[in-house]
């Protein structure tokens, strides 16, 4: 599905990425960790399309076509999905609107025609129950004075409402309590499927006692210097990062 | 060189004006062969008309000078309908002065739409708002569709005791708009909100002065003017707030906030502050920015095109002040205005 080859990228002439090879089927999940700074956020943005960061080497293609030559709309509508490490505050456009545009903009993609506004409004109550989004949430504006929790709730329900192939959780862990982390994790396992793949960035292993990976990917100084079972994040968890720091300085 | 223009160039500011450093009255006036009067056709009655005593701005004194006459409207009881005071065409070579008192009697609650239309011309207007005791009005200076017309507004409010007003001046894509606002506050515990929205585009001037004066304490006033500019647009807010010394516990709070979408455009933005009273609350904020990159890459990293999800996030930034006006159906026709303007 996703293949990364020689990756590098850079953020105000600064590299970041030095360097990523990454294979990842339909069906897998993969986690990737690191200490602070190695790179793990910059991976999603890279894939994701964001403008801040330039590619200096190396390809991406995601079911065979290029992807870095796709704008994050087109990325997006092919069927990649970041939740955001830290989710936009759009005061002014709602919910309601701002999912409507986005479900129109991929059907309009893959040559369907709009929903209508029963269906539409059908569906995002459906979606809304699997991470237990209030539904005075869905008529604010997006992520508008929500909560930490409500913010992560609420890329977990957009997840939902694009089925994408690839969902690249970014650090969706970071500001959770448990239970809003647990229902978080269980909306994700629950929008698991054979066709679709998860990629999970986390800098602590606990999350990935909800979301069980295939593989561990250890990113530091912008490579991957090692790739284990899930076993690994409970060794990381004992050890910490020193050791990796310590083994694969520069 | 005729009379008209000798006159204009005689009571009319220059730049050298520090009020009208922003508006380019030459301009603004260039063309202009003759002045006529005329009175809202509508009115209840025609009465006398001259600017309070110690008003100096030269142009809204040109206008009670040529008007002389005003469109007197009474404004009593409670009600949810809507009085329209209609601003009709103006010929392309003239100024058409008018004068407007809207009388908001003791304990009223009304709602009034100065609706100016216009396609052409130049319209001048003062407009002198009375807000007796108790009263309360939603007044909106509306302009809403893309026109060649050129517009002045001098518009004076008198809030007596306890007063509520929500006052919104609207403009969208007028060739040339000078609005002036001043409110005076002469009674305690009365209260205003003031917004104003400006959309700009190709070169379209749009300037908006207001000047909020506390005589008396225990007053708010809030204030938030919001503007969208495109092409080689140029807008200015003015906007000063005076706390006189006896006005304790006065609120106020002044924002102004535009958006840039071209490079050429350019919004001057001179908020002021004088206050010689010890126990207030006064606070102003500017900004002028561009499309936030954030935002944009976050609507685009959900599948909305770039394009959609500039003219979302526009609609949005400005959609607030259509969310502050609270007349219904004018808040759901400016939203339909705004999305056809952008």
Sequence with gaps: ?250 | MNTTAFLLDEILPTRKSEDYLYTDVAQFTAGIETVTTAVCADADSVVDFALPEGETDKPALFVASKAKKAAYYALEGQSDEVKYINIDDAADNEIVARAIIIDVKANAKRNVVVNFASQSGFSAVDIYIKMAAESAANVVLWQDKPTKARIFTHTIVDMQKSARLNISTINIRAAQVRNNLRINYLGENAESQISGLYIAADDNRIDNFTIVRHAVGHCTCEQLYKGVLSGKAVTAFSGLIVVEPDAQKTLANQVNRSMLLSKDARAYAKPQLEIYADDVRCNHGSTTGQIDKDQLFYMQARGISEEEARQMLVAAFVCEIAERVPIAQMADSLVDSIKNSL
């Design chain 1, 1 to 250: 599905m996703l293949s990364i080859k020689n990756l590098h990228a850079e953020i105000d002439g600064k590299e970041i990425l030095r360097g990523i090879n990454l294979e990842i089927k339909a069906g897998e999940t993969h986690a990737i960790m690191g200490p602070n700074g190695s790179g793990k956020s910059t991976l999603s943005a890279v894939l994701a399309g964001n403008p801040m960061y330039n590619v200096t080497a190396g390809e991406v293609t995601f079911n065979g076509k290029n992807l870095l030559e796709m704008t994050p709309d087109k990325r997006a509508n092919e069927g990649i999905f970041l939740s955001f490490q830290y989710p936009t505050e759009i005061p002014g456009v709602s919910m309601t609107n701002f999912m409507r545009a986005a479900v129109n903009s991929k059907r309009k993609y893959q040559g369907l025609e709009p929903l209508s506004a029963t269906d539409f409004l059908k569906l995002m109550k459906e979606k809304r129950q699997i991470v237990e989004l209030d539904s005075k949430l869905a008529s604010r504006s997006v992520n508008a004075g929500f909560s930490g929790g409500e913010k992560k709730r609420n890329e977990v329900f957009q997840m939902a409402m694009l089925n994408p192939s690839l969902r690249i959780l970014d650090e969706t862990d970071s500001g959770l309590d448990i239970d809003a982390l647990r229902v978080v994790a269980e909306g994700v396992t629950a929008l698991k499927t054979k066709e679709n793949a998860t990629v999970v960035i986390t800098h602590y292993q606990r999350l990935l006692d909800y979301i069980v990976p295939d593989y561990i990917h250890i990113l530091y100084h912008g490579r991957i210097v090692m790739t284990g079972g899930k076993e690994l994040a409970l060794d990381l968890e004992k050890r910490g990062y020193d050791w990796i720091k310590e083994q694969f300085k520069d």
